[in-house]
């Protein structure tokens, strides 16, 4: 390879290699040979990412494998991998010497796998009726995380499914779509419950035990600014999807009082 480096014949034996599917033994003898080589190598290993990151590790690369890692994550198809990648993408990060930009690069990645972990928590059941794979898990956007959260197949789901579907939101950068998706998550919870009450003498009893009056109590409890997070009934009910609940008088009636002692509560406080 040394003697004939200047007719190609180093990017001969890399091509023989990983025709060979041999990958892991072209790092490993090839990274052995010259400074020259060594550079050579990782050249042409640019053209393929998954196995360059390795050979920026090995020459002590650290910060280059760390942005190599996160572009890989970020086109990686499987959730699995992708945890993978963007823990590797960390560690490299966290060991490359004097780089000024750790903190925010290692907040981004800590957000990345927050969101694989959102998709991690639900669950198989869901998952399969809808036609996922639940063994190699494909990655799922944030909208699609969002409505297998809030949906009616999700039978055990309860205020803290809710909220994370909320949380979801963080990562949808569409200010049209995301508005859409937090009048949907909201409407979901209305129609959660059956809102049947024979008795109506004490409303406030009966709210505590409807989702949407504990997702609302979530959302007071964070410190969220209430008038931003809860939609004005109007806009709420003006959607086809709770059209019967529009028509309920009595539905309407503990709306409005949930609505009013809410609003009662964040003055007293």
Partial sequence: MSRFHNEGFSEHVYNW??????????LDRCRKLSNKNSQKLTGFLGQHPSLLWMQQIFDNNFAQAALT????????????????????????????????????????????????TYQEEIPDYVLEQFGYNTVNPSVLSPKEMINLYICE???????????????????????????????KIWRQALLKDTWQFGNLDAPLEILQNTLFFRVADIVISMGADINGQLPPIDILLEDSSVEDLRNNKAFVYLLKTGYEHIQRTMLND
Avoid: C, G, V, W
């Fill in 17 to 26: 290699y990983l025709k060979e599917n041999k990958q892991a033994k072209l």
């Fill in 69 to 116: 890692l996160t572009s890989l994550s970020e086109n990686e198809r499987f959730n699995h991998k992708t945890k993978t990648m963007f823990s590797f993408a960390k560690l490299a990060k966290l060991a490359a010497p004097n780089a000024r930009d750790t903190e925010p690069f290692i907040e981004k990645i800590n957000s990345r796998l927050d969101l694989i």
């Fill in 153 to 183: 197949e999700y039978n055990d789901s309860s205020e803290f499914e809710f909220k994370k579907a909320f949380d979801l939101l963080n990562y949808i950068d569409d200010e049209e779509m995301k508005e859409e998706l937090f009048l």
